[in-house]
């Protein structure tokens, strides 16, 4: 892999990295003359999320290996299966100290077709000891994560509920395709039923809940959904809300983005899918670049639409599991790719939940997930997420040479990204197919700023000196700078 290069009358030398790879990187002055007015930047900010969290969630979860499981042939969807990956999390310093510390299962750690005596969720206990996976984790200093979807299951319908004397039944009818009913969300023993589950999750010491198939949102799900399970979210909320534990709420997939609804989720949960499952199901490998072109496409109509209803947000991006820990041939992408896609996840403030194998992570891999500048480009886009400025004219289409900026803070400092994500493979949402090496040009009219920034390069590790004008950088097809700007 090379780095990309960024042109300076002066060029710096090079440097070598842990990986003994090359990079040369610097600022340019870029001297534009702008065919449009200039568009205003309008910064964009996250705060408190509804449940009470102030940075997005990082960890591990299942779903990816259970997904692919030729990625991984070695690992097992049990307890010990999943202690094997997370105690990686916690032995790894590098990754906890990063806050990498969610252990979250996916689908099939739960009975799939019935609840306890009440209808309440209970783990498969042929393959999961909840209580004791999460005293294990906490006691490793880790977070113990738990995935569910709408509904209560038919098979307990003439189940009481716990605290009731109302059945299952009687608020909860039909068929969801997923062997449950859909509750009748007017009925109070509709929170009562929630409230019971996650008071049991909170006893056994659950820190997340995934919620999945959640409408309006979960194209193409294969199975019978109601056109609207907002209410289910809300319910979700307010029984953590009442169960005395910090529990976070993520909930997918590629949901509605109109502004009737994305009031309810950042009311509600403190992240949201932007896009549908990005890994390739049941190939040898966890994803394709074709789909990270749309998984970045759509996080960019995310935060534009959102971002019309209001720029304090409350709710982080889920652009599903990170996959650039393992080496290329696993991960599915190249080197440069596993970078930008690194680069992207960080610059959205978008969760970080690593779907890779943690048995299996090269020292790439490694450095991109852990890097401590890359990590404070996490923390400060965790307040202050990134939003697209298309180079030339600042506007925020798809575009496949493509710039974006978070911030600035107070302070005046801001990240940047810039990006070739080489020719549209179908779903990038841009359309264009210029191939090979490209000039990006991105001045500070196009970011949308002014004055003089200190500019380092975050995955070079290089201080690069002050810049007043813009940037001029040379990308290869998949290949991606990340900025960070302190004003001078």
Known sequence: MAYPKALHATPIGLMTTPRSLYVTATASLVVAALAAPEVPLEVVQIGITPNGFSSQPRGWNSFGIQANPDTTPDFSFNQAGVITQCDTLANTAALKDAGYVYCSLDSGWSVG??????????????????????????????????????????????????????????????????????????????????????????????????????????????????????????????????????????????????????????????????????????????????????????????????????????????????????????????????????????????????????????????????????????????????????????????????AWIAGPDPSGTAVVVIANYGPDQGQGGFGTSLTGVQTVNASWSDLGISGTFDIHDVWAGKDLGPESSGFSVELAEGQSILYKLSRS
Not at 260 to 284: C, H, L, V
Not at 306 to 329: C, K, S
Request: negative net charge; proline residues 5%.
């Open 113 to 402: 077709g019935n609840g306890d005596d009440f209808g309440r969720i209970i783990y498969d206990s042929s393959n999961f000891d909840i209580p004791s996976l999460a005293d294990h984790l906490h006691a490793e200093g880790l977070l113990l994560g738990v995935y569910v979807v709408p509904g209560a299951f038919i098979a307990d319908k003439d189940k009481t509920i716990l605290g009731t004397n109302v059945t299952i039944g009687s608020v909860c009818s039909g068929d969801n395709g997923l062997a449950r009913c859909n509750f009748d969300y007017s009925q109070p023993a509709v929170q009562q039923w929630h409230n019971s589950v996650v008071d049991q999750f909170a006893a056994w010491g659950v820190d997340l809940i995934k919620l999945d198939f959640v409408t309006p949102g979960s194209p193409s799900n294969g199975v019978n959904l109601p056109p609207d399970l907002s209410g289910e979210v809300i319910a979700y909320h307010q029984a953590i809300a009442q169960s005395g534990r910090n529990i976070r709420l993520d909930i997918s997939w590629k949901l509605d983005r109109s502004e009737k609804y994305f009031d309810i989720w950042e009311a509600n949960a403190d992240s949201m899918r932007t896009d549908q499952d990005i890994n390739n199901g049941g190939e040898p490998t966890f994803v394709s670049w074709e789909v990270v072109q749309r998984a970045t496409d759509n996080y960019r109509q995310y935060i534009t639409t959102v971002m019309q209803y209001n720029t304090t947000l409350t709710i982080y991006p889920d652009m599903d599991n990170l996959f650039v820990g393992n080496p290329a041939a696993v991960s599915g992408v190249t080197d440069d790719e596993r970078q930008t896609i690194m680069t992207h996840w960080l610059g959205a403030g978008a969760n970080l939940i690593i779907g890779s194998d943690l048995t299996n992570l090269d020292d790439f891999g490694t450095n991109l997930l852990t890097n401590p500048d890359a990590i404070a480009i996490a923390d400060f886009t965790a307040r202050y997420p990134m939003q697209p400025r298309n180079p030339g004219t600042g506007n925020n289409s798809s575009q496949q040479l493509q």
